[in-house]
């Protein structure tokens, strides 16, 4: 009875120790210093895009209805403002993310750059840049029509490719952020709509759950 029961205990201890190895492999195996903040100010950064945009975009309507048609020049000068708009906003975005990840990295003597954070980058860059170039035929051939859900869709893809070396929740994140861009397709001209809802709300709510969940102070989760 004596051996069955230190038998068990071993088996037991034995388990224990098997998913204390597989959680210590799966946390070195992905890149656990992103932070939620990161992504509450990139959704800010997204929604203060948004607004910008839209104030162009009704400023270049009010323009047609006074001139009573479409001007070619007047059409060049917003299209060109939105894509350095876009660029800035990117940019912004990045940088607010890097240095909140930046932070948290230091918080927790976590490493920011090593191999699990470049397996996030390519991974990630392999749809983002796709979709770049892509967009920028678009832009080329003067289809403009799908720009924002096609911003989204590659967005998301990016998001769900780089979720296999960091934090799970990314995924559903990419997941929205697809399905957001899927639906625009439907509805083309609610674009502005579609972005701040995607880069901008769904950012914030996804920051704001991370931060909860894995951030403050006192939580169990790592």
């Given at each position: 009875m004596y051996c069955k029961v230190l038998f068990i205990m071993t088996d037991h201890e034995h388990l224990k120790t098997l998913t204390d190895i597989r959680n210590i492999m799966d946390r070195s195996s992905r890149f656990r210093a992103l932070s939620g903040l990161s992504g509450v100010s990139a959704g800010i950064i997204g929604l203060v895009g948004a607004y910008i945009a839209h104030s162009w975009i009704g400023d270049y309507y009010d323009r047609w209805n006074m001139?009573?048609?479409?001007?070619?020049?007047?059409?060049?000068g917003l299209r060109g403002n939105l894509i350095v708009?876009?660029?800035v906003v990117m940019a912004a975005a990045f940088l607010s993310g890097f240095l909140f990840t930046y932070r948290k990295a230091k918080q927790n003597n976590l490493p920011v750059w090593d191999h699990t954070a470049k397996k996030v980058l390519v991974n990630c860059a392999i749809p983002f840049l796709t979709g770049g170039v892509f967009?920028?035929?678009l832009i080329y051939n003067n289809v403009t029509q799908i720009i924002a859900p096609c911003c989204l869709i590659f967005y998301g893809l990016a998001l769900v490719n780089g979720s296999k070396y960091t934090l799970q929740d990314v995924r559903y994140l990419g997941i929205t952020e697809i399905a957001l861009g899927l639906i625009n397709m439907f509805f083309l001209r609610k674009g502005i709509i579609f972005w701040a809802i995607g880069f901008g709300f769904c950012h914030?709510?996804?920051?704001?759950?991370?931060?909860?969940?894995?951030?403050?102070?006192g939580s169990l989760q790592t």
């Open positions: 001139r009573g048609g479409y001007d070619d020049y007047d059409f060049a708009l876009g660029f967009i920028l035929a914030i709510i996804y920051g704001a759950l991370m931060w909860w969940k894995y951030e403050r102070k």
